[in-house]
């Protein structure tokens, strides 16, 4: 199901998404084959629901199957705005497929990491600095660094999240403490 406004950022998506349906599908199948290597393992719901909201309160925010997008956000976007819709999607259907039984910064870093898997971030985007646990950005390129060299990693610690994960998660599938892989991952960062 999707509602889209006729005017504004609603007519900006439509412009530029010309099947929700086919696009919803596309990038919830996209998210669960970065998220989980069986099929049966997938977190299962019910339904999706994508809707372009006017007012809507910072660029998007999902709850459940709903994801909620900000009309004024799209109708102010000014990059590529195909990428943008794609990329903010992608972060937001992982919240629907994740588990999530973690910490907030790394639910938040697993959907970044998911829309850089996805293609949607660049390395170009990353920066050094801040920490293993500044969430979003920061967290899911360290996520995808670990990924490269913990093949599976990022899929693994989905599945943590099953049942509970912490930073000391990141010890049990990689045998280094976390504060450790951290610093690794600053001195590769060019």
């Known amino acids: 199901m999707n509602q889209i406004p006729a005017a504004g950022g609603g007519k900006r998506f439509a412009d530029t998404i010309a099947d929700p349906q086919a696009f919803i599908k596309a990038r919830a199948k996209q998210d669960c084959l970065i998220l989980y290597d069986d099929p049966a393992n997938v977190r299962r719901t019910s339904q999706i629901t994508l809707v372009i909201e ?13 994801t909620g997008f900000s009309a004024a956000y799209i109708a102010g976007f000014g990059g590529n705005l195909e990428t943008e819709i794609n990329g903010v999607i992608a972060h937001e259907f992982t919240h629907i497929y994740q ?20 293609g949607f971030f660049t390395l170009a985007q990353r920066r050094k600095g801040g920490n293993f646990d500044g969430s ?6 360290f996520i995808a660094w670990l ?21 000391t998660t990141f010890q049990t599938l990689t045998g ?15």
């Open 54 to 66: 006017s007012p809507g309160n910072g660029v998007a925010a999902t709850g459940g199957g709903r």
């Open 147 to 167: 990924d490269d060299q913990y093949p599976g990693f990022g899929r693994k610690l989905n599945q943590a999240m099953k049942t509970a994960a912490d930073q």
């Open 136 to 141: 979003y950005r920061t967290t899911g390129f």
């Open 176 to 190: 280094k403490p976390v504060e450790t892989l951290w610093s690794e991952y600053q001195a590769a960062i060019p």
């Open 99 to 118: 588990y999530n039984r973690g910490p907030g910064w790394m639910i938040e870093g697993m959907a970044d990491y998911v829309r850089f898997k996805a």
